[in-house]
């Protein structure tokens, strides 16, 4: 029995010493370090995306797509005279559909009550400033409600600049490692772009409601507010470095 414990404790003091050779001879051989990245840069946005839904309703699908349509071209024809150019403007999406009604054992009713007709249009413009004016128009022009977007024209300059401050904070962290180290740090050996040219599009924030279902809005008396934020572009890297 005690042949068996002295056997034993033998074979952990062997593991022990093999794996803080191993551990040794590691370090030893470390002739690098790796560390990741990442740089951001603010910007203010350049674009705004004023999206304009339209809602109508009729006895048939015809005739709520016609009353749809007719409200769509004025909402279009009123935001080019306010300066929105014809190539900015999209059509998201439109449909239309049935609308029935339910009796308490739910069941459905034969016939629609009434057909719904969706249409959301788009409406991009470098007048950012102004963009709160650009919803105003569309609801007095017959929108049923409206959102908007905020975002860059063109990221790539701003994320050259941030994969740029993304290397600049690898080095600074690989010199601090190196220092704690006692090593000196040497040339890079390999960079790796972990991030794509992306951004982020920052939803605005409203000092009131510009959805017709949701709040009472009097087109009347303007002018929807709107505050935003800079959008924030990244960009990550991993990079090695050798040791002098």
Known sequence: MKKSFKTAISLLLAAVMVFGISVTAFAESTDGITVNGRGIVSVEPDTATIYANIETRGATASQAQDENNKVSSAVISSMKKA????????????????????DNQGKRSEQPVY????????????????AGAFIDTALKAGATGSDISF????????????????????????AVIAESCGRSLGPVKSVVETSSNNYTTETSGMSKSVNAEMADYDASEGSTVINY????????????????
Do not use: C, H, M
């Open 83 to 102: 300066g929105i150019a014809e190539d900015r403007i999209l059509t998201e999406y439109s449909y239309v559909s049935p609308y029935y009604d339910y």
């Open 115 to 130: 057909f719904r007709a969706y249409t959301t249009l788009s409406f991009a413009t470098s007048d950012v400033e102004n």
């Open 151 to 174: 975002s860059l024209e063109n990221s790539a300059v701003y994320y050259a600049q941030a994969l740029k401050n993304a290397i600049k904070t690898a080095g600074d962290s690989a």
């Open 229 to 244: 934020d800079k959008i924030d572009i990244t960009a990550r890297v991993t990079v090695t470095y050798s040791f002098n």
